[in-house]
């Protein structure tokens, strides 16, 4: 009898940890260019800062796949989720204490 994928505890945890990265992804696709758009009143900021999260994807991903190709994809995603956990952990802290600024969101 085969065992269901739900049976193994590390194949969950990645399910899990995958699914709310990659939800929290696609949230900050909406969440920036509104933000931008509310902080600056401007369509061409919320366009811009668009731009950048889609953008930055694009023009990473053929470096992104030299190096999955090359180290631990593991530890890849581990660093990078830690990374864009930093990033928007000083958005946040920004924002909590009034200095965002459109510079920041399009960096972050």
């Given at each position: 009898m085969k065992r269901s994928l739900l049976g193994n505890a590390d194949y969950v945890w990645y399910s899990l940890a995958r699914t709310s990265s990659v939800a929290?992804?696609?949230?900050?696709?909406?969440?920036?260019?509104?933000?931008?758009?509310?902080?600056?009143?401007?369509?061409?900021?919320?366009?811009?800062?668009?731009l950048a999260t889609y953008g930055s994807s694009v023009l990473a991903a053929p470096w992104a796949g030299a190096i999955a190709d090359r180290r631990n994809r593991r530890t890849i995603m581990l660093a990078c989720d830690l990374a864009r956990t930093a990033a928007l952990g000083v958005l946040a802290a920004a924002i909590a204490l009034g200095w965002s600024s459109l510079s920041l969101t399009l960096a972050v």
């Open positions: 929290g992804s696609q949230l900050t696709y909406v969440a920036f260019p509104l933000y931008a758009l509310a902080i600056t009143r401007s369509p061409a900021a919320a366009g811009l800062v668009g």
